[in-house]
């Protein structure tokens, strides 16, 4: 849903891709062919001399919403590293994973304490439409009314 709703507005969407010569691309059920920038890196954090060039040249932009895989690792990493340079970052909790749940909590536990704001898809979707008259909201609503799956995180009253 966050990627889907990316393109009915002036939200850019910058794409690294951990080694996708040896892990592979990103899977084809997200589209991603109309992101800003797309970036192979074999470092964790995202922030790579690319992105942080393309995100420095946006520096009226000071709020940067994550999501990905892993949480423990990449999603982490470049949170933690963002919030070191200045940024207000959110990561979606519900199209952010791990291999394993401990991990995934535990790295939401981490960033939290860090500064970065977790939040669901839902909510940041309606927050950047801020209200029903949004030119778009028909077809957001559309996109956030499909039925997502358990994220199982409510298991985990620690969040």
């Known amino acids: 849903a966050v990627v889907s709703t990316q393109s009915t507005g002036d939200i850019p969407l910058v794409v690294t891709e951990q080694y996708p010569k040896g892990l592979g691309a990103t899977c084809s059920e997200l589209d991603i062919e109309h992101c800003s920038i797309r970036c192979p890196k074999t470092k964790f954090s995202m922030v790579v001399p690319d992105v942080k060039s393309y995100l420095e ?23 933690l590293d963002l919030v070191s340079l200045g940024y207000d970052v959110h990561v979606i909790v519900d199209a952010t994973s791990s291999r394993t749940d401990t991990d995934r909590v535990f790295a939401f536990q981490r960033m939290r304490q860090a500064g970065v704001f977790l939040t669901t898809s839902e909510s940041m979707i309606l927050s950047l439409a801020g209200a029903s008259d949004h030119p778009q909201f028909r077809q957001l609503q559309k ?15 620690t969040l």
């Open 57 to 79: 040249a946006k520096d009226d932009r000071k709020t940067i919403v994550l999501f990905g895989i892993e949480a423990h690792v990449c999603v982490q990493q470049t949170a």
């Open 143 to 157: 996109i956030i009314m499909t039925e997502a799956e358990d994220t199982k995180l409510l298991s985990f009253p």
